[in-house]
């Protein structure tokens, strides 16, 4: 990595520094609430209400006054808590989600007070790696405020968003593998300079996808919030939390919605370059204004959270971990095998288009084929499975087969029989017993007579 590439970082005076960091630090507040209100309206509007319309022109004070509401709240601290685990966990959770935008780039190079400074904190070489290093220490946020409040359904919250960011960040992970081939670099700054032709999320569309889809997991969001699932866990994680501890666990996971956005727009949408047609004029990628279509490609990512909120029901917690491991993780490596096999013929075999083509072709019939064999494996033999349930179940059931009355499974039946009735019964065979035996003695005793 040469010096001109990250010349201007660690080269800004320190009033700077300070400045970028309280508008940062004011950026993320803001579109916090913003994205809020946005969400309340957004859902509302998909299922016919109102939504906030009270405090503040179309209810855009509403988010503030929430907060407010939330800090002043009366705290509520269960006797079985861990107390100093109970007040750091939304301390980490907060804190990381902040640190992490620290490397996202919001624009080029401006003059701010006569110096110039890329509109970005810093970067690194590892950029991207820094981001991953820094959410996964925020999942710890979530995993120890389940613990530390010594109840049942937050300590389940907690241990199911273990196991969602293992396995949902693996994915994510293996997603920007294809990027940093691609880019040559794990540097935000350079995967941005390397977009310049075309995005990466059309050149890299599987990436694309599935780091979308691990997006969602990864911020706990519906259809994919099983740590937080109502139903089951009547909170989830944040259940024994009130007041403003609250408010900071709501606050870290509306501002890791933002920034897993702002990585998206970053690694695959080209950042804060204009799109077409806007980029035909001279100057849209100078000055201030590719900080707005950085944000308006920012909110596109954050409507898709709320539209999947409101649209997509909670997925069941075995569906969810087997989407995980057995259909994101799997198709993510054959991904990246086909990726790096393309650039290397294009670069070391120095292959042409047509044949790089032709050859990715008969790689992805192969891979449907063997697919297709595989379901067609997995088919019959649940086809075997369900034809041996289905005669197990046209079998007559015998409730008492094994020494005790157990009720019948799902496609059994069996006639009920009252109490009374199996009372009238028994007696009625004990009496034919009782009848059987004395016919049985009255013979044995003629028996006798006779041969006597």
């Known amino acids: 990595m040469t010096d001109s590439q990250f010349g201007l970082f660690g080269a800004d005076p320190w009033w700077l520094v300070l400045l970028k960091v309280v508008a940062l630090f004011a950026i993320l507040v803001l579109l916090t609430l913003f994205t809020i ?48 685990v109970y007040w750091i966990a939304p301390v980490i959770s907060a804190t990381m989600a902040f640190l992490a935008f620290a490397v996202i780039p919001f624009g080029p190079e401006v003059s701010i007070f006569g110096v110039m400074t890329p509109l970005q904190l810093t970067d690194f070489p590892v950029s991207v790696l820094y981001v991953l290093a820094i959410a996964s220490i925020g999942i710890y946020g979530i995993v120890l405020g389940g613990w530390a409040s010594g109840s049942t359904y937050p300590l389940l919250g907690g241990l199911r968003s273990t196991a969602q960011m293992i396995s949902y960040e693996i994915a994510m992970g293996l997603s920007f593998v294809a990027v940093f081939i691609y880019a040559g670099s794990m540097s935000t700054s350079d995967i941005i300079i390397a977009q310049e032709p075309i995005w990466f999320a059309v050149i890299l569309l599987p990436s694309f996808i599935i780091y979308v889809t691990a997006m969602v997991g990864e911020t706990n969001r519906a259809p994919f919030d099983l740590p937080e699932a109502e139903g089951e866990l009547v909170g989830g994680f944040h259940t024994e939390y009130s007041s403003l501890k609250f408010a900071l666990f709501f606050l870290a996971e509306y501002i890791n919605m933002v920034t897993v956005s702002a990585l998206a727009t970053t690694l695959f949408l080209g950042g804060w370059r204009a799109p077409w047609p806007l980029s035909l004029w001279e100057g849209a990628n100078e000055g201030w204004w590719p900080m707005l279509w950085w944000l308006l490609k920012v909110q596109i990512f954050i409507f898709v959270f709320i539209w999947l909120r409101g649209t997509l029901p909670r997925m069941r917690y075995d569906q969810f971990m087997r989407f995980g491991w057995k259909i994101l993780i799997p198709v993510s490596v054959v991904w990246i095998v086909i990726v790096a096999a393309a650039r290397i013929m294009r670069n070391d075999v120095a292959l042409s288009t047509t044949e790089i083509l032709v050859s990715g072709a008969v790689v992805i019939v192969v891979l449907l084929v063997g697919s297709w064999l595989i379901q067609a494996r997995q088919d019959r033999r ?71």
């Open 382 to 452: 649940q086809r075997a499975i369900d034809e041996a349930e289905a005669e197990a179940a046209a079998a007559p059931f015998d409730p008492m087969a094994g020494g005790f009355p157990v009720p019948p499974l799902p496609g059994q039946s069996f006639t009920y029989t009252s109490r009374r009735a199996s009372a009238q019964g028994t007696t009625i065979v004990q009496e034919r017993a009782a009848e059987v035996v004395a016919e049985e003695d009255d013979d044995t005793s003629d028996g006798e007579d006779n041969n006597g």
């Open 37 to 84: 209100w946005w969400e309340r309206r957004v859902v509302s509007r998909m299922q016919n209400r109102i939504g906030p319309n009270r405090v503040g022109p179309q209810g855009l004070l509403q988010s503030l006054m929430d907060g407010i509401k939330l800090a002043l709240k009366e705290e509520i601290i269960p006797t079985s808590a861990h107390l100093a």
